[in-house]
Antibody, heavy 117, light 106 residues
Framework: QVKLEESGPGLVKPSQTLSLTCTVTGDSVTSGDHFWTWVRQSPGRGLEWIGN???????YYNPSLQSRVSISLDTSKNQFSLKMTSSTAADTAIYYC?????????WGQGTLVTVSS | DIQMTQSPPSLSASVGDRVTITCRAS??????LNWYQQKPGKAPKLLIYDASILQTGVPSRFSGSGFGTDFALTISSLQPEDFATYFC?????????FGQGTRLDI
């Protein structure tokens, strides 16, 4: 059974970098079968696709966030990570990691990140 | 970006009812459309991919249809566990985009 679990600080100060990690069990981030994706959800923006990464390191980002976002793999820990610079209150959301490029399955349980001083 | 518009935003129904939720894309996306179910405090769960293919383990009362710009999710006979919010998502283009959701209430 494949499981994904997000981890990272729940509170980030404005202008700082938001950093989250997704730990994958039951599959390998280097298998070459799937992309690994980040999505966020907030009352104001709904569900927003942030970007994804393939085992080769190829990554794709939402153009609206591309200047501030990077996604990377840690193959030794079977994890992938999200970094978002210059955080603002508008980045407050539940952040999910998920497996897939076209459809997303499964998803992690999500982690709430609040951007506030 | 491709805009995904769901209707209705909310829907009240009863156990045993047949309900249909629609999703319209701002441009043609072939069959590159997925449906998810989300319950309060939980992550979305994939129900249907490629517009009409039921994900493994999803009850057969769920079905999807459509092509191009107009799509539908139908639940043939509502069960108590089906009261949730439903989202469509396109993967024809980057960025992937989601509908705003349809909340299904008793």
């Amino acid at each position: 059974q494949v499981k994904l679990e997000e981890s990272g600080p729940g509170l980030v100060k404005p202008s700082q970098t938001l950093s989250l990690t997704c730990t994958v069990t039951g599959d390998s981030v280097t298998s070459g079968d799937h992309f690994w994706t980040w999505v966020r959800q907030s009352p104001g923006r709904g569900l927003e696709w942030i970007g994804n990464i393939f085992y080769s390191g190829n990554s794709y980002y939402n153009p609206s966030l591309q200047s501030r976002v990077s996604i990377s793999l840690d193959t030794s820990k079977n994890q992938f990570s999200l970094k978002m610079t210059s955080s603002t209150a508008a980045d407050t959301a539940i952040y999910y990691c998920a497996r897939g490029a076209h459809w997303l399955d499964p998803w992690g349980q999500g982690t709430l990140v609040t951007v506030s001083s | 970006d491709i805009q995904m518009t769901q209707s209705p935003p909310s829907l009240s129904a009863s156990v045993g009812d047949r309900v249909t939720i629609t999703c319209r894309a701002s441009q043609g996306i072939s069959n590159r459309l997925n449906w998810y179910q989300q319950k309060p405090g939980k992550a979305p769960k994939l129900l249907i991919y490629d517009a009409s293919i039921l994900q493994t383990g999803v009850p057969s009362r769920f079905s999807g249809s459509g092509f191009g710009t107009d799509f539908a999710l139908t639940i043939s006979s509502l069960q108590p566990e089906d009261f949730a919010t439903y989202f469509c998502q396109q993967y024809d283009n980057i960025p992937r985009t989601f509908g705003q959701g349809t909340r299904l209430d008793i």
